[in-house]
């Protein structure tokens, strides 16, 4: 047990002077933006950083509704209709029709 917690605080410590090179980083980016192209192309830069995390996650988020809709509701539903037509339980049916849905998005694009 000891030894886990020293790598957790390893870890931790190495995560934090990375964090802190990546602070600088972006501190010179910053700087080098506001040299080269002044306060207006700094604020472009940043309409420009939020538009794509906006994508980013809209992206996720539609990838999310997509899982749930084709995969995770049939599979919850397939699996509780074989618990009642199988003497299987719905908990050893899952893996099975999460599996079977799985295999069906994959082949059907």
Do not use: W
């Not at 972006?26 to 309409?47: E, K, P, R, T």
């Not at 794509?52 to 397939?78: C, D, E, G, N, Q």
């Not at 509780?80 to 050893?92: D, E, N, R, V, W």
Request: glycine share 6%; charged share 10%; aromatic share 12%.
């Amino acid at each position: 047990m000891a030894e886990l917690l020293a790598q957790m605080k390893a870890f931790a410590v190495n995560a934090a002077s990375r964090a802190g090179d990546y602070s600088g980083a972006l501190a010179s980016a910053q700087q080098y933006i506001v040299d080269n192209f002044g306060q207006s192309g700094l604020i472009a830069a940043y309409i420009t950083l939020g538009v794509l995390v906006m994508f980013v996650i809209s992206r996720l988020v539609k990838l999310t509704y997509s899982a749930v809709k084709y995969l995770v509701i049939p599979a919850v539903v397939l699996a509780f209709l074989a618990s009642l037509c199988t003497p299987f339980s719905f908990t050893a049916a899952l893996p099975v029709t999460v599996t079977a849905c799985s295999l069906v998005l994959l082949f059907k694009g």
